[in-house]
Nanobody, 123 residues
Framework: QVQLVESGGGLVQAGSSLRLSCAASRLIFSNYFMGWFRQAPGKEREFVAGVNWSSSRTFYGDSVKGRFSISRDNTKNTVYLQMNSLNPEDTAVYYC????????????????WGQGTQVTVSS
């Protein structure tokens, strides 16, 4: 079945950078809008960033604009999330997701999800 596998999470200090990767398999990757979401304990899942199939359009949640950058490599079936200037409020489990129907910030339109990778930012 379709698999999305995130990697790159970890424990970092405030002000640091991390790059998350999400490798997809068993799907036609270029047919999918790809997104990153995050969920902190006791909070709802939050849209972080999204990119369309051709990388011509990117979208960001308000809390990460100017600090995070999403990109994808369709030759490697991989989507990335570059996270800069991390702060403790960025601490969460980060999930990648694929949407066949256009994507966006609504998690309900995503067809496939990864298992998540933990990002912890210490102050």
């Amino acid at each position: 079945q379709v698999q999305l596998v995130e990697s790159g999470g970890g424990l970092v200090q405030a002000g640091s950078s991390l790059r998350l990767s999400c490798a997809a398999s068993r799907l036609i990757f270029s047919n999918y809008f790809m997104g990153w979401f995050r969920q902190a304990p006791g909070k709802e899942r939050e849209f972080v960033a999204g990119v369309n199939w051709s990388s011509s359009r990117t979208f960001y949640g308000d809390s990460v604009k100017g600090r995070f950058s999403i990109s994808r490599d369709n030759t490697k079936n991989t989507v990335y999330l570059q996270m800069n200037s991390l702060n403790p409020e960025d601490t969460a489990v980060y999930y990648c997701a694929g949407s066949r129907t256009g994507g966006g910030s609504n998690p309900d339109v995503y067809n496939y999800w990864g298992q998540g990778t933990q990002v912890t930012v210490s102050s």
